[in-house]
């Protein structure tokens, strides 16, 4: 039996390349937490506060949450790409203008004549 724990043990302890960003590291790090905590609860070694925390992400309450934030991100990035479009449009009947008053006579550059 003492065999199966080394092997188990070498299986988990996996080889990670170095993360190149802070965000990259960081991801690591919360997958090697998350590895631990589960081999915590499947080993029944997990404290009262890991146990609560994936309790609580499996509610139906955090998961209508979880939505909630996904479709305000949804709503944000739609407002974003209007506002940028309205900002193009202006810029559009901007030149629009200029082009129409140059060709009727009533702006542009004073040496042309």
Request: aromatic share 4%.
């Amino acid at each position: 039996m003492r065999k199966s724990k080394e092997v188990e043990t070498s299986n988990s302890q996996k080889k990670m390349r170095p993360a190149l960003t802070p965000e990259a590291h960081e991801n690591q790090m919360i997958s090697l937490a998350m590895d631990l905590v589960e081999t915590r609860l499947r080993e029944g070694t997990a404290t009262s506060q890991e146990t609560v925390h994936f309790l609580r992400l499996a509610s139906s309450k955090a998961r209508i949450e979880k939505e909630i934030l996904e479709k305000q991100k949804d709503l944000i990035a739609a407002k974003t790409e209007s506002l940028q479009a309205a900002k193009r449009i202006e810029e559009l009947y901007t030149n629009a203008l200029d082009a129409m008053r140059s060709y009727s006579g009533h702006g542009g550059s004073d040496d042309e004549y």
